[in-house]
């Protein structure tokens, strides 16, 4: 049978989890968003960034600029969060207007407070096996694996895609945790060569359903990433149907890795909290 990785699920555990750590505390985690414009679909995942903060008691507050704001002036508003003691994490929601460098940006926030996990130094930290923040998505997809007690250990894992905010640190990750790992991209030679061969396939290509049967073994765990609205509104997902088929366990899109990325910023907060001072 196969077994149906639901994040939906593992995300309310791990806000179970999070209520109750809380409790213990006398002061709140305060996670601030800096949304520049007003990018509709920036504008839906801040909101659920901030109810899923208030699920599960955090503070959140989001700053607005206008598109027209410079980078110096953003520079300065970022300093101020910086240097605010009464703000745990920070989080600037991208894409930025084209005449900000969004790469200047995330190096201009404060390491400790930078729950995305973006800022060279945990990105250097992830890649040396140190502890740091890692971007969502990536610890997301761990969590999502151990709620199911799916182990990595020495398994082959194909990852499909290499952006810095999935692809990268994903593979890190799993290296890190004694997995054998291969990365693809859109230069790899014979892309189903590589994913026949994958134990456990990560796809986050960006590419509606481009994974098929064809490309996967009977028995893989497949974690699918991608998300893409159909012309009747509902999501998908990178992977076709025809290769859940094949599969011993997936995640669905909607309802997998998307909540599994907002609970794991919430962890990043929380642990932004619990550090902080340190
Ligand atoms: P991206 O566009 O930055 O990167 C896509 C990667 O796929 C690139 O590295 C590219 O080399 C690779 N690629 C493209 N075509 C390929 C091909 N034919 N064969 C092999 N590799 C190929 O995308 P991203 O930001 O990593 O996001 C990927 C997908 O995941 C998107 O659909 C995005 O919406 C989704 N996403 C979902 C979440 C979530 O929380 N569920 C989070 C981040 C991204």
């Given amino acids: ?35 520049v414009g007003s990018d509709p679909a920036s504008e839906v995942y801040v909101r659920n960034k901030e109810k899923a903060c208030h699920e599960v008691g955090f503070m959140s507050s989001v700053v607005k600029f206008d598109s027209t704001i410079t980078q110096k002036q953003l520079f300065k508003e970022l300093d101020k969060l910086n240097h605010d003691q009464d703000v745990h994490g920070i989080i600037v929601q991208l894409p930025l207007p084209k005449h900000i460098d969004s790469n200047a940006i995330i190096d201009h926030i404060a390491p400790h407070k930078d729950v995305d996990g973006f800022h060279p130094l945990n990105v250097g930290n992830l890649h040396r096996g140190q502890n740091g923040f890692v971007s969502a ?5 761990l969590r999502l694996l151990e709620f199911y007690s799916i182990g990595v250990v020495s398994k082959h894992v194909v990852v499909v895609g290499r952006s810095n905010i999935v692809g990268k640190p994903i593979a890190a990750l799993l290296l890190n945790a004694n997995a054998t790992v291969t990365i693809t991209h859109s230069k790899t030679k014979d892309l189903m060569q590589h994913t026949q061969q994958a134990d456990i396939l990560i796809v986050a290509a960006g590419i509606k ?14 974690v699918d990433v991608g998300i893409h609205r159909n012309d009747d509104g509902t999501l998908c997902g990178d992977v076709h149907p025809s290769a859940y088929e094949k599969s011993s366990a997936y995640s669905p899109v909607p309802k997998g890795v998307g909540p599994m990325t907002i609970a794991a910023l919430l962890l990043n907060t929380f642990q932004a909290f619990k550090e902080r001072g340190v």
């Avoid at 998505?137 to 997809?141: C, D, R, Y």
């Avoid at 049967?213 to 009977?218: P, S, W």
């Fill in 1 to 35: 049978m196969t077994l149906i990785l639901n994040g939906t699920a593992a995300s309310q555990a791990i806000k179970e989890q999070l209520k109750q750590a809380l409790s213990q505390e006398r002061e709140k985690p305060h996670l601030v968003v800096v949304l």
């Fill in 137 to 141: 998505t990536p610890l997301g997809i």
């Fill in 209 to 222: 359903q481009m994974i098929t049967a064809d490309y996967v073994k009977e028995g893989v765990v497949i």
